[in-house]
């Protein structure tokens, strides 16, 4: 049997070993739950520059081509398991919008220079214009929430 002091001696080690332990523990947990958010915050950025990207396509061109189309259903894809239902919703009415303006400028396209309705077709899309340039900052507001650095899980109701 060992005596008192060296038995008390390495009860204290030992609390010491488990207290390192619980320690390097502890930060181990913090390091992964960084590296979650960091790896997050990344797939949501990218969903936000397949949305931009789309946005700035619309606005240059006044339509949007196939290839944009499908690289910003591709960019998007992820979206419904990284957002709230709302930013999902805000994603397809963007796109269905950006349709709905390709389908007017189709239908300007077609028509007669001369021909009655012109004009009103003429006002309408560019009424559409007029709101997509102010669709960027729309964006930006939505993702915001969302893109914040720390901020593990966001709402839009926030």
Partial sequence: MLPIAVQWVLAVMILLL???????????????????????????????????????????????????????????????????????????????????LNALTDQLGQMHTDAEGRDELIDKIDAWIVDFKSEYSRLVKTFTPYLKVGAPKASLAD
């Fill in 18 to 100: 488990v207290g390192g332990v619980s320690w390097i523990a502890f930060m181990q947990i913090r390091l992964a739950a960084a590296k979650y958010n960091l790896d997050l915050y990344d797939k949501r950025y990218k969903v936000f520059e397949a949305a931009a990207r789309y946005i700035q396509q619309l606005l240059v061109e006044g339509r949007i081509s196939e290839s944009a189309l499908n690289d910003f259903n591709i960019g998007a894809a992820g979206a419904v398991f990284l957002f709230d239902n709302d930013l999902n919703i805000y994603l397809d009415s963007l796109r269905r919008r950006s349709l709905s």
